[in-house]
């Protein structure tokens, strides 16, 4: 026995000195690969399918990203440009689009794509039999809710003349329109493949894109090989692999140990990459289409109460929760749509700026004045760690000004449940964007008719705003829709259904070997053709 236990302190030495050695030469490249020339990236977690008519997940869109295409897509400064469709114009009635399909695209199994293409995938993704969840992509196509009810064999607002042109018509004007054949959700599939397949396609898709799947290890990797004959130009890489790491501790020990190239940073790790003279120089950031908030239900008391959802915005010093507790991962929110989508100055005033400075005597007052002052409100959360330290900082706030706050946590469907019944009085929750326009953040997130589980969480109801709202949906004079989104986000701002916290920013670490990777404006829109690896 004591002979086994000085080969085992033998072995753990050995380990530790190995171990000791791995770290000083951590970042090191690490010797070739079966992959070589492919960029190995982190998945933290598998992603649900590749079908893009079912992807709802982020990492679902990052890959199909790579595997498809649509007829338009978004380039680095989110402007709508061409993509399988070469052009298009747009009728006066602002309700008819007509494409040209660039010739001599292909499928990876080597078929031309037609505008029939186009018209078929459209139809399966409205196809109740498909099960698509985000058919709000197509839905202001005509003849879609009669297609969709299965009262009409054929979708009426798709036609396609020719092989190469591919009429759409609206039921009615919807400016934002575009930007929504940008979305993932409206990429082209070809049918042999995907009736062939049926629901193994979402595991054996075939596209259009610069990449090709060529395995899919659940729980382990998806290994993308690279297309020469990809219409917009062959990759610099022979191929991406991505590595299901559901732990940060792994993903940062596999990064600093060189197996992988880019690191998106944990929260944990901010403080440390970003100081670190070995990796600070290689850290780059992104400002995200997102915005995080503290929600307040405005269909009960106490936060049906005007007074009371201002005090809150009021009482919360959000610049140094941004600072101190966030670390500066982002930048201040001064209102739901973030900086990056507006093409206007919120006021005169610099609401732009900050729409609720930090003023305690102001919230305790309007507390005091509500009839709340030592009353207790409930704040639900998810249970995730960053989470709840957050919002024990909000509670002393509002603890200061008066008002007591029971925090409840629950798992993410409890949770999820809770705030789309209405159950919640307060909650914490962010929206990142589906597409790069101000709509997507004003019509799901404000309008009474999204009440609940289609994304107004808040359950503020203003007909005001609603009219502005659908006024700016179909007006295309893009100037004066612009000053219309400004006119309702003036107006959600003023009525704080939320009190708005941050635009929070992407970080990510890249190896010194990778040269010219940006981190994407948009996760579903890098197709990987820049990035490329020293020798």
């Not at 596999?254 to 880019?262: S, Y």
């Not at 005091?368 to 909000?394: F, H, R, Y």
């Amino acid at each position: 026995m004591h002979h086994r236990n000085q080969l085992l302190l033998c072995a753990v030495a050995v380990a530790m000195a190995c171990f000791v050695l791995f770290a000083t030469f951590a970042g090191c490249r690490p010797a070739e690969t079966p992959y070589h020339n492919f960029l190995t990236l982190r998945l933290s977690s598998n992603p649900t399918t590749l079908d893009p008519a079912l992807i709802t997940d982020v990492s679902g869109g990052i890959i199909a990203a790579k595997l498809f295409n649509g007829l338009v897509r978004f380039d680095d400064a989110l402007n709508i440009v061409p993509d399988i469709a070469e052009s298009w114009t747009i009728a006066q009635d602002q309700r008819t689009y007509t494409f040209r399909i660039r010739k001599q695209v292909h499928f990876s199994n080597g078929r031309e794509v037609t505008a029939q293409d186009f018209q078929y995938s459209f139809e399966r993704i409205l196809d109740r039999k498909t099960r698509a969840p985000l058919t709000w992509v197509l839905d202001r196509i005509e003849g879609s809710r009669e297609f969709m009810e299965g009262t009409t064999p054929r979708l009426a607002g798709v036609s396609a003349p020719d092989e190469y042109t591919l009429v759409i018509r609206l039921s009615k004007p919807f400016a934002p329109f575009l930007a929504l054949l940008g979305m993932t959700t409206a990429s082209v599939v070809p049918r042999e493949e995907s009736q062939q397949l049926g629901e193994s396609f979402g595991s054996m898709p075939v596209g259009t894109g610069p990449y090709v799947l060529r395995e899919w290890r659940m729980g382990q990797d998806i290994v993308l090989d690279s297309r020469k004959d990809y219409f917009g130009g062959a990759p610099r890489l022979n191929g991406i692999r991505y590595r299901i790491i559901p732990e940060d501790l792994t993903a940062v020990m596999e990064f600093e140990t060189g197996r992988l190239d880019i690191l998106t940073i944990p929260a944990s790790e901010f403080r440390r990459y970003t100081t670190d003279a070995k990796w600070k120089d290689r850290v780059q950031g992104k400002a995200g289409l997102n915005c995080y908030y503290l929600g307040m239900n405005c269909s009960r008391p106490p936060f049906n109460d005007i007074r009371m959802r201002q005090a809150v915005s009021y009482a919360i010093d959000r610049r140094r929760i941004l600072e101190k507790i966030y670390e500066g991962r982002g930048t201040l929110a001064s209102g739901p749509v973030p900086p990056l989508l507006r093409t206007y100055r919120i006021s005169q005033e610099n609401m732009l700026f900050d729409p609720y400075p930090y003023d305690p005597e102001q919230a305790r007052s309007l507390i005091t004045s509500a009839g709340w002052s030592g009353k207790t409100v409930t704040l639900q959360v998810s249970a995730e760690p960053e989470v709840l330290d957050i919002v024990e900082v909000l509670q002393h706030y509002l603890r200061q000004a008066g008002l007591s706050v029971r925090i409840v946590q629950l798992d993410w469907s409890a949770f999820k449940q809770a705030v789309n019944r209405g159950d919640a009085e307060a909650f914490w929750l962010s929206w990142w964007a589906d597409y790069p326009d101000p709509e997507n953040f004003l019509f799901p997130l404000f309008h009474s008719a999204n009440i609940g589980p289609g994304g107004n969480r808040s359950r503020y109801s203003n007909p005001e705003l609603d009219r502005l709202i659908e006024r700016a949906q179909s007006t295309v004079d893009e100037k004066l829709r612009h000053r219309l989104y400004r006119t309702a986000e003036r107006r959600i701002i003023a009525d704080a259904p939320w009190i708005f916290m941050w635009n929070r920013a992407d970080y990510s670490v890249v190896q010194p070997w990778i040269a010219d990777y940006r981190i994407p404006a948009l996760y579903s829109v890098d197709k990987g053709l820049n990035v490329s690896k020293t020798p």
